[in-house]
């Protein structure tokens, strides 16, 4: 069974760009959570969509928004980049939103550097 | 505002010795505590917990939950080179977050 796959694997932008990551969850999967990992801040909740529906959203800020198609793949997009945008991105799938099923599984990620 | 802290920040063993890491948690709504392990890229998924005392295996691995004092314990016995990692506590909400600790950074030398 194929993992979830995340492209670009590496991106640089320049300040003031935009920029959309992909994500194609595992084969059945519904769920896609999104997350930004950097070294001061750690592993941070962006969003999740379940079915086309966006169920919550981390403390980001509205130039971080997201969308998932009907085939449960996923895309998220930065608008106006900063230099602390700067992260690696990490998309997980699993079967469906919510306990018990919350067994996640990662992507390889797609580390974007701003400069 | 739901925080996960771990501790230590990172530690260095040989190999064959046995690592506690710690994981404690306020969560509001609290769901499940959930461990993973970050090697390269993307974290690997090892333990759900959802109750409390019950010690949950694989392996060399185990890890227990401890709902009264609001915190978990990740155990790997004989330690080999290739557990070093990051191993990530996360504690999951009624609200379906997830909400990461820091991370403890394990090296395990020869």
């Known amino acids: 069974k194929a993992g979830v796959t995340q492209t670009p694997r590496y991106l640089i932008k320049t300040r003031g760009q935009q920029v959309t990551l992909s994500c194609s969850p595992i084969?059945?999967?519904?769920?896609v959570s999104w997350y930004q990992q950097t070294p001061g801040q750690g592993l941070q909740f962006l969003f999740e969509y379940f079915s086309e529906t966006q169920r919550n959203k981390g403390n980001f800020p509205g130039r971080f928004s997201g969308r998932q198609f009907s085939n449960s793949r996923s895309e998220m997009n930065v608008s106006t980049l900063e230099l602390g945008d700067s992260a690696l991105y990490l998309c997980?799938?699993?079967?469906?939103?919510?306990?018990?099923?919350?067994?996640?599984?990662f992507g390889p990620g797609t580390r974007l550097t701003v400069t | 505002e739901d925080k996960v802290v771990q501790s230590p920040l990172s530690l260095v063993v040989h190999e064959g010795d046995t690592v506690t890491l710690n994981c404690s948690y306020e969560v509001t709504n609290f769901r499940s505590l959930l461990w993973y392990k970050q090697e390269k890229k993307a974290p690997t998924f090892l333990f759900m917990l959802?109750?409390?005392?019950i010690e949950k295996k694989s392996g060399r691995l185990s890890s227990i939950l401890d709902k009264k004092e609001l915190s978990s314990i990740l155990n790997i016995t004989a330690t080999q080179t290739g557990d070093s990692a990051i191993y990530l506590c996360a504690g999951f909400n009624a609200g379906n977050m997830l909400t990461f600790g820091g991370g403890t950074r394990l090296m395990v030398k020869p």
């Open positions: 997980a799938s699993s079967l469906a939103a919510g306990f018990p099923t919350y067994e996640q599984y």
């Open positions: 959802t109750s409390s005392g």
């Open positions: 084969s059945g999967h519904r769920s």
